[in-house]
């Protein structure tokens, strides 16, 4: 049976903003798990004392793991990257919250799913449906950078699709504050700018870089730059050496060169009028960009879904009730006290 369309409107989740204290996983129903990665898991829940709330994601993350693996300044950083950003395309923390082997992070849901997935069924995405993604990610990333943040892990699977077909821009584990530079080499290899191969330094213009990589993706089905040997794939981003199909229109392959232009100086974003260099630039020339930050222009995909809690769009993992197995934390020696 074909699912209904949900109209599509957007619930306010007042009653999900409590203090803080009050949090804690009794006061949610379990509803699903939307992913599962190396020391997180996110599920899909309610509150259990408001039947009418929407629901929203909570991601868990293992203190011992996190410890284990040495991510703990990046949690923090996360935390609070996401406690001072309030943009239509970045989802809200609503609030996070410990106990003795976690760390909770409850933020908006985004219903559609990743956009990886929308790209792996498609193949190459339609001109306008690479284009709106684009011109939402421009202004994400204009923001980030007014505030200095440089995200450093721009990639589809980072990329949401929100009941309306909107994207909300997630995992700010590898987000940093860069006033000028910084060396810590991070990010996904096929999306990585030369300079952070080369370990000069880099700032908040390797992620433009990655925006080229993205647009590229989306048009031609691939990535430009590939191998399955990282030093070789390392070498092809440093030499610059990719090729466009010669169907490829010639203003998306003038935006995608302004991109990943080697010379951070050179790159398109880099330039005099800074972000209105890419908002002007003629692949976008039937974009509103005002309009677009108001979510005023409707998103060329939406996802069907029968209920606030449909989870289809994304993988299915097996359950978990999460058993207590991993390490409790002393509680006189936790370095998570105050999260």
């Not at 002007?280 to 509103?288: C, E």
Request: hydrophobic residues 35%.
């Amino acid at each position: 049976m074909e699912r209904e369309k949900l109209e599509p409107t957007e619930k306010t989740q007042n009653e999900a903003r409590l203090d803080q204290k009050k949090f804690s996983l009794e006061c949610f129903d379990v509803l699903g798990t939307l992913g599962s990665g190396t020391f997180s898991r996110v599920r899909l829940v309610k509150l259990k004392d408001y039947p009418s709330s929407s629901p929203m994601a909570l991601k868990m993350l293992k203190k011992s793991v996190v410890l284990k693996l040495k991510q703990l300044d990046n949690l923090r950083n996360e935390k609070l990257i996401m406690e001072q950003l309030e943009h239509p395309f970045i989802p809200k923390l609503i609030g996070t919250f410990q106990d003795s082997r976690y760390i909770f992070m409850l933020m908006e849901f985004a219903h559609g799913g990743e956009l990886f997935t929308r790209m792996k069924k498609q193949g190459c995405l339609p001109k306008f449906e690479a284009q709106f993604y684009a011109a939402e990610l421009v202004l994400v990333l204009e923001y980030l950078s007014q505030k200095s943040i440089a995200f450093r892990d721009l990639k589809p699977e980072n990329i949401l699709l929100d009941r309306l077909g909107h994207i909300k821009l997630v995992d700010f584990g590898f987000s940093k504050v860069v006033e000028d530079k910084t060396y810590t080499m991070c990010g996904t290899p096929e999306y990585m700018a030369p300079e952070v191969i080369l370990g000069k330094g880099h700032g908040k213009n390797a992620d433009w870089w990655a925006l080229g990589i993205l647009v590229y993706e989306m048009l031609v089905g691939r990535p430009p730059f590939y191998d399955e040997n990282p030093f070789n794939l390392y070498q092809k981003i440093i030499l610059n050496r990719f090729n466009f199909p010669p169907e490829l229109e010639e203003s998306a392959k003038n935006l995608v060169s302004g991109l990943l232009e080697g010379d951070v100086n050179k790159r398109l974003r880099c330039k005099e009028d800074g972000c209105n260099a890419i908002k002007g630039h003629p692949w976008f020339r039937d974009f509103d960009f005002e309009l677009m930050h108001r979510k005023e222009i409707a998103a060329p995909w939406v996802p069907e879904l029968d209920s606030e809690s449909d989870t289809s769009y994304f993988d299915s993992y097996p359950d978990s009730t999460e058993p207590p197995s991993s390490p409790l934390i002393d509680p006189d020696r936790d370095p998570f006290v105050g999260f």
